[in-house]
Each structure stands twice: as C-alpha cells, then as structure tokens.
C-alpha cells in the first residue's frame, strides 16, 4: 500500500524579543553588550579585525594557524598550566574566523566570567607562540588540509572563488588557504601576524544577567596592554561580471561523480537589499523546499540535494549553487540549474513560495537567538556590519513584510544567469564532450 500525504503548508512565525543592546568605550576599546536577565550562562566574546581578508597574498592561513596556536601556552604560563586553569573554570576557548574578524569566546556561569576574560586576554595577548609549537600547529593544519583536498570540493571552491574574485586578491583564494599556502608560512609569519592585529583593543561582546557583571572591569581586563586604534574597514569592493558563461573543467580521473559550484558575485552584507535578496535565494535553492531541490533531486532524481545561497561578508559578497551529481547526468544537471536561475531571475517569486520563505525564515529567529552565545553571534553581525542596534529587533518584522514585489525585484537585480562561472570536478574525459554539447559556455581546463 502507498501512502499519500500532502506537504504542510507554513506555520505563523513565532514572536521572538530580542535583548537590548548596551555600549560604551572602556580602555580604548568598545564594550557591547545584552541584557538576559536571570540567564546564569554568560558568553564574552573578544572581536578583532583580524579575519582572514587581512592576510597577505600568499600567507593564506596564518589566522588558522594562528588559532590553534593561542592554546600552546602564554608568557605567564606553559600550555599544560593554562589548560588546567581555563578547564578549572569549566569552558574552554572557541575561536572563529571569517573574511571580516578574528573571534575568541568563553561561556561560564556568570560568577567566572571576569576569570574567564582575564584567561581570554592573557591568550589572545600574551601567547607563548614557541617556535616549535607554532611549527608543530602548522604542520598538523597542513595534514588536515591535504586530507580535506583529497575529497571532492575544495579544488572546485577554489577555482570558483579564484574565477570569481581574481587570484592575485586575498579574497580570490580560500579563506582558510590550502596545503602548499599553510605549508610556506613560517614563525615570523605568525608572530607578525599576531603584533599587527591581535594586539589593538577590538570589541568585547558580553551576553549574560548584566546586574551581575562589571562591564567597565571586563573591558579593562580584555583590553589591557593593547596599543593602536580601529583601522579603515574598507569600502564595498567593486567586483565586476563577467560578461559571458564559462565552464572550468577541474579534472578528477575516475570520478564516479560530478561535484558542481556555480556562481557569480553578490552585494556586500550591509547591502539595503539583503532581506528581500535572501528570501529570493531562499525560494530558489535556500531550503530544502527551494526550487532547485525541487527539481533536481525530486523531478530529475540526479543528485541528493542541491544548495543555493547568496553569501555575503563586509566588503563582498557572492551567489552559489553547490551539488554533486552522477557523472552520467553531469550536463543535464547542469543545464537545469541554469535554467532554473535564469526562470527565477526573469519570472520572480510567487506568493506562495515567498510565504513559505518567509515563515521559515522569520520563524528561525526564535529558535536561533535563544542561547547567549548566539545573542553574542548577532552582537558580533552589528559591529562587524555597522548596523543599528534595533536590527535584529526589527528583522522578524522585515521578513515578514517583503512582498513578491520586492523579492522578484531583488532576484531580477542580484541574480545573473548569463555571468555565472560554472565549475564541474569530475572525469574530463567522461564529460568534457557533453559538456561543450550543452552551448553553455566555453569550456576551459582548470590550471591550479
């Protein structure tokens, strides 16, 4: 016996109130903060402009590195003793790193946390950073590399981001960068790395029961003995389409399949078009609903699923599609997403799949903001972006309220079927020849 069940239609959006934000300058550097009354978890969360688009071209990966050097040790104490000390507190430090900043938090009952920043700072600051441990920290990053670039994916991320953005471009290459960039980076690399950008004051965000913390003593202990103030941002970065399709051959000998990234670039995060450019990459390919997973992998059942997004960090931003496919339908598949981008683009949303988004959308938000490290992640989204401290007040309500108008006129402006890069990793001399047939584009090999 089948059975038949029809798909759920969206459900209203939870409310969701988001903490107001709290700031002030203490000791040469910003404190921003929110109030969870009664919450016993606090979060502290150090933010510098240390991301990895201040790396050097060709120095990719020194924040990676950098990252898992902190833990080795400080100037006050071996790695052993300050393991034993951050662990007593019962946290550990979590670093992350993206285009725009370098982060490092700890989460501890809000009775620890002026221990916990002091340790925070002490790391951040004053690391050991031992030759040999930071020799040690490369050599294992590079090992994980290899391991990851040995799978299908990376080499198309790189060669879509390198087409995209350009090579000689710090943003033109891998965030974290690949094995022969970590491999080339020696100690000076990474001490200097460290006294141009980790030594400036930066933003500490807290979230936690504000009327139990000292927001003036928090600063002074997470900016203490830094030097230097904030440093230009930078402008939105004028990336250029490109004027015709491509196809980037990034050939994988043997491949049982095709791994597919297309894309162009996108508006920058602080764009005005961001919500309205969301719910249109929602609807295309954001959701396991979208348009593309609709048809790719329930019409055509040529791959598991497909994803497809617009990204966008401070000064760019870039739309993509990812999938893997069987190497038999390799050009079909490719043939369908780009007609399905195309359709978007010029026919808009319907009402009907915006409402879906919409209610997704709006209804993460409850769900998301609930916890105090992610109150901290959406902190660090207002400073980093420079948006107002009601944004994510106000977000739910702007979700909500973008109507199929303005969501068809963000896919109409943001999407470009005719500029996409498409690239294809898999068997060339399986799939060069269809893929030329298909009239998509030129059809190019991938020079590494």
Known sequence: MTLI??????????????????????AGGQVVAAH???????????????????????????????????????????????????????T??????????????????????????????????TPKLDPADVLRVRDDEVTALRMDWANPGP?????????????????????YGDPDSVAALDVDDVTVFH??????????????????????????????GTAGGPVEKGGPIEVPLHDQRRIILVDRPGSVQSTLRLGHPSPHRAHPDHVPTTLAGTVLGGAFTSRL???????????????????????FGRFAISSGVQTAVTAPALVESVGEVSRTQMTGVTEEELAVARSWRAG???????????????????????????????????????????????????????????????DSAVIRDELVATGLGEVVNHTP
Do not use: C
């Open 364 to 426: 993460q938000l409850s769900v998301e903001l609930q916890t105090p490290r992610a109150i901290a992640s959406a902190l660090t989204t207002l400073v980093v972006h420079d948006l107002p401290d009601d944004y994510h007040a106000r977000l739910r309500e702007s979700l909500l309220a973008a109507d199929v108008e303005q969501v068809s006129a963000a896919a109409a402006a943001h999407l470009h079927p005719e500029s996409l890069t498409l690239v294809v990793e898999g």
């Open 155 to 175: 080499r198309a991320d790189a060669a879509l981001r390198a087409d995209l953005f350009g090579a000689g471009n710090r943003w033109g290459r891998p965030m």
């Open 36 to 90: 969870l009354p009664g919450q016993n978890l606090a979060v502290a969360l150090l933010l510098l402009d240390g991301g990895a688009g201040r790396e050097p071209v060709g120095k990719e990966g020194l924040g990676a590195v950098l990252a898992k050097a902190l833990e080795e040790g400080t100037a006050q104490r071996d790695a052993t003793a300050y393991a034993l000390a951050i662990e007593a507190l019962g």
């Open 195 to 224: 006294s141009e950008w980790f030594i400036r004051p930066g933003t500490l965000i807290v979230v936690g029961d504000l009327d139990r913390v000292d927001l003036d003593a928090l600063g002074a202990a997470a900016f203490a």
């Open 293 to 315: 997973n609709h048809l790719i992998r329930e019409v055509h059942g040529y791959t598991y699923g497909i994803r497809g997004d617009f990204a966008s960090s401070r000064r």
């Open 5 to 26: 069940t029809t798909r759920p239609g969206p459900g209203a959006a939870r409310p969701y109130r988001f903490p107001q934000v709290v700031r002030r300058a203490v």
């Open 92 to 125: 550990e430090l979590v670093t992350g790193l993206d285009w725009d900043s370098f982060q490092v938090s700890v989460q501890v009952p809000v009775d620890r946390l002026s221990t916990a920043v002091a340790l925070l700072a002490e790391a951040v600051r």
